[in-house]
């Protein structure tokens, strides 16, 4: 569905030097070196730190940037030269931007979208009422834009981008300023999007909630590079995120000794334990309660937070790309 191989996009600022005329021509690589092909279907979550080049890759890939160099193909097409009949086939969706008109009712505005994009009539009254029941759309559909509130405004834009069905969707943080009810219910209806109607979906965020809850595929772009392709077990594992096993044991002793475990603390009958990669924690939950009386216990996980802070800030070396 998405292919793009060694894309670069360049911009060249210009900045006044001293009183003078002249201009300093400094070039930004905001997409450095990019590689990647998405499969029909997939649901890519793309990350990166802010000015990691997300938007930047966005942009290119809907055709609204031409890349300085590299290849691009989107549904088979040239994005920056089929930018039109590409229009037909994708949907688009900034969260901090609406394509809604302002002062119509959203109604009237889908009527609009459905003109610019040619739906047939009846396409139309059957995707509209589809879309109204799976994105709560009734109570306000007769309410002008300007007065939705962020979360309705966002249902109405995907209603919009989806009017004509499009085989992708790209999405740009579309749970940005979100409260956690209108989160789950745009969560919930991209989750059904994807696995009932096949529609490819490419998801940049911040929320990594979003990611959690629907990406297999995870890649991470810094400094206009990719530093990240995979599942979210392989992020895990990238980051050296590891299990934690906390047993509070009947009394205390000293650190208990299992092969293959590390006790990382120890307080009072409290023990912490890491797991290694791949360990069975209910094998080692069994030879503990062999060995040692056990009163409770708690598995922990390194969080989604925790892992993608550590790869931005590189406490990890992600030089290897890893593959999906
Ligand atoms: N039109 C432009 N002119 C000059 N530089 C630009 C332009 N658009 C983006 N850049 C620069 O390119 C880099 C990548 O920007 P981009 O907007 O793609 O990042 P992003 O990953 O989407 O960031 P954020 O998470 O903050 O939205 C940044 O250094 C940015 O300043």
Not at 88 to 114: A, E, N
Request: proline content about 6%; aromatic content about 4%; some cysteine.
């Amino acid at each position: 569905m998405i292919e793009m191989t060694d894309v670069t996009k360049t911009f060249v600022l210009r900045r006044r030097t001293g009183r003078g005329p002249r201009r300093e021509r400094t070039p930004v690589r905001a997409v450095d070196g990019v590689t990647f092909t998405v499969d029909r279907g997939e649901f890519l979550g793309y990350l990166g730190p802010n000015g990691a080049g997300k938007s930047t890759t966005i942009k290119m890939l809907t055709g609204i940037l031409t890349p300085t160099s590299g290849r691009i193909r989107v549904a088979g097409l040239d994005p920056s030269r089929a930018r039109t009949t590409l229009a037909r086939r994708i949907g688009v969706v900034f969260g901090q931007r609406t394509t809604l008109w302002w002062d119509l009712p959203l109604k009237d505005s889908l009527t609009l979208v459905r003109r610019l994009y040619r739906v047939e009539e009846h396409a139309y009254r059957t995707r509209l009422a589809e879309l109204t029941a799976l994105l709560e759309l009734e109570p306000f559909l007769a309410t002008p834009v300007r007065q939705l509130s962020l979360g309705q405004r966002m249902r109405g834009d995907l209603a919009a981008a989806l009017l004509h069905d499009p085989e992708l969707l790209v999405l740009d943080e579309p749970t940005i300023g979100l409260d956690v009810v209108s989160k789950a219910t745009v969560r919930g209806f991209l989750a059904r999007l994807n696995a009932e109607r096949g529609t490819t979906i490419l998801l940049t965020t911040h929320d990594l909630g979003d990611i959690e809850r629907l990406c297999r595929r995870v890649m991470i772009i810094d400094h206009g590079r990719p530093a990240f392709d995979g599942d979210l077990a392989a992020l895990r594992r990238a980051a050296g995120a590891d299990r934690q096993l906390i047993v509070e044991l009947a009394a205390p002793v000293p650190p208990v000794e299992l092969d293959g475990v590390e006790v990382t603390g120890v307080e009072g009958p409290r023990q912490t334990l890491r797991l290694p990669d791949g360990a069975n924690a209910a094998s080692v939950v069994a030879s503990l309660a062999a060995r040692y009386e056990i009163r409770d216990i708690a598995l922990r996980e390194t969080g989604i937070e925790e892992i993608v802070a550590r790869l931005y800030r590189g406490d990890q070396e992600l030089s290897t790309p890893v593959s999906p």
